[in-house]
């Protein structure tokens, strides 16, 4: 998967909206928080909760990891778009979409049955 690629899938959740971050283009839910960030290199970041990390990385191990430092503590999540597939890619937006969206999008929005 290409970053573009991978944008795109995040602008195309509900409310979603892209602005600058330090060199990385960063994707809100709203008026919300930051729930991924994509860096020129090919790269992704994505907020997940620290036990919906530990279950993606241990999913796909090679492909989602920690983020380095202090920031892969909390949950932020590093993802290898190359060696990524589309099921993936959506499943780790859409979650850091749900962590991250103002409680009308949430609502608005329910997550899929099943």
Known sequence: MT?????????ALPGAADHPHV???AV???KGRIFATFGAAGDMNVRLTADEQTLFA???PGVVGAVAGGWG???WTRVEL????AALV??????????AAPKRLLAA???PRG
């Open 3 to 11: 970053r573009d690629e991978a944008l795109e899938i995040a602008l």
């Open 23 to 25: 060199d990385r283009v």
């Open 28 to 30: 809100r839910a709203g």
């Open 58 to 60: 241990e999913s796909a």
């Open 73 to 75: 503590r909390p949950g």
């Open 82 to 85: 190359a060696a990524a597939d």
């Open 90 to 99: 959506r499943s780790l937006l859409d979650a850091a979409w749900r962590g």
């Open 109 to 111: 929005n329910p997550p």
